[in-house]
């Protein structure tokens, strides 16, 4: 099982992309796609909960091996991805879990609550992302796949000035993102 967290404020291309390449690379049979409450470590969302999920829910539609798992939005969730990984690992013993991070995550893994009990309990499966290349060697698969030049943080500043989302979210989102007048 792949697991994909992340803030999806919105969820992009890229994202789809890493899910796609992951299924068909591992042989995963699903993947958990989890949208992150309030970051441990970053700044938080600009879009509500609710948008960022429902922009999740239509860019997954259609996907039966792909679910949302709400866990980190409940009220009192621990933001920290060893505590979401130690649950999903009582749940789903028999299972085997790979975390899902793009090569700035992987970077920046040192920094996290226990990186080695995160890496105890689970494989992780890098992804290159422009600026942030993967040196093969230590315990993470790299995943090949082109890095893709998309990230949420631009698809904001697009969005703010007004400019199509087009071949950066999935045509639903971008309506639901237009619609909805966010990131204004
Ligand atoms: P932001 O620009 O706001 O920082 P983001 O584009 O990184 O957002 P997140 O929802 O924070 O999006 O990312 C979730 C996961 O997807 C993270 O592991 C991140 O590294 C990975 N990811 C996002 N975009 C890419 C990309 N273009 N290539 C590889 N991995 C990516």
């Not at 970051?39 to 996907?63: F, H, N, Q, T």
């Not at 013993?93 to 890496?119: F, H, T």
């Not at 600026?131 to 969005?159: F, K, N, T, W």
């Amino acid at each position: 099982m792949g697991i994909l967290g992340g803030t999806f404020d919105p969820v992009h291309n890229a994202h789809l992309a890493i899910a796609g390449t992951a299924m068909r690379t591992l042989g995963l049979d699903k993947i958990l796609w989890i949208p992150t409450g309030k970051p441990g470590y970053r700044k938080p969302p600009l879009a509500s909960v609710y948008d960022r999920l429902a922009m999740l829910a239509l860019a997954i539609k259609g996907e039966p091996d792909y679910e949302i798992d709400r866990r980190e939005l409940e009220a009192n969730a621990s933001p920290y991805t060893v505590d979401t990984l130690t649950a999903l690992r009582a749940e789903r013993p028999q299972d085997e879990l790979y975390l899902l991070l793009g090569g700035d995550q992987y970077a920046s893994l040192r920094r996290w609550r226990q990186p080695a009990e995160v890496m105890r309990l689970a494989r992780l499966a890098v992804f290159a992302r422009p600026g942030h290349a993967v040196a093969p060697g230590g315990d993470a698969i790299i995943v090949p796949m082109a890095p893709l030049a998309v990230s949420a943080s631009e698809i904001r500043a697009r969005a703010a000035r007004g400019e199509s989302l087009a071949g950066l979210v999935p045509p639903a989102v971008a309506n639901y993102i237009a619609e909805n007048r966010l990131y204004r």
